[in-house]
């Protein structure tokens, strides 16, 4: 999320107490057509296993964390992030004096407005394949929270 972030030139603040399932949240200083002190929540999930399938990443979100993303009547947009890592995390990571490379990805979506669900537990959301958490897509989102335009 830090290298993402530092990449498109926004900065990242964590609220001291996890309040309303965020986890993170990405500001703008008014870089890359966005008004000053846009900013979004993000609701950060990691996961060894695979969730990846050929239309995206099907995660099991709780049904509290699912249901604070889906708000509509809240001020600052929410998105989750689900970050894939390798089952063994030695496998992660690696470094040399020429290079710093961390393997798999992540994804995003944003939840605003979908429906209320039945389950009890958890409910299995999909994170397009399309979503893939970069640099570009974050400043596409951030341009679209400052005009306040749907993330979707």
């Not at 001020?75 to 089952?87: D, E, G, H």
């Not at 979506?109 to 640099?135: D, E």
Request: aromatic share 6%; net charge negative; with cysteine.
């Amino acid at each position: 999320m830090h290298a993402v972030a530092s990449v498109a030139h926004f900065q990242i603040s964590q609220p001291s107490v996890d309040c309303n399932c965020i986890d993170l949240h990405i500001s703008s200083d008014g870089e890359h057509q966005t008004q000053e002190d846009t900013m979004i929540a993000v609701q950060l999930k990691a996961t060894e296993q695979n969730f990846l399938h050929d239309n995206g990443v099907h995660f099991p979100l709780e049904i509290k964390h699912y249901d604070n993303l889906r708000k509509t009547d809240i001020y600052i947009p929410r998105i989750l992030v689900v970050m894939l890592v390798p089952a063994d995390l030695n496998d992660w990571m690696s470094h040399s004096p020429d290079e710093l490379v961390l393997r798999k990805c992540c994804y995003w979506v944003c939840l605003s407005g979908r429906a209320s669900t039945s389950h009890t537990s958890k409910v299995t959301v999909v994170l397009p394949s399309a979503n893939v958490f970069t640099p570009e897509a974050l400043i596409e989102i951030m341009k679209k929270a400052s005009n306040n335009l749907p993330l979707v």
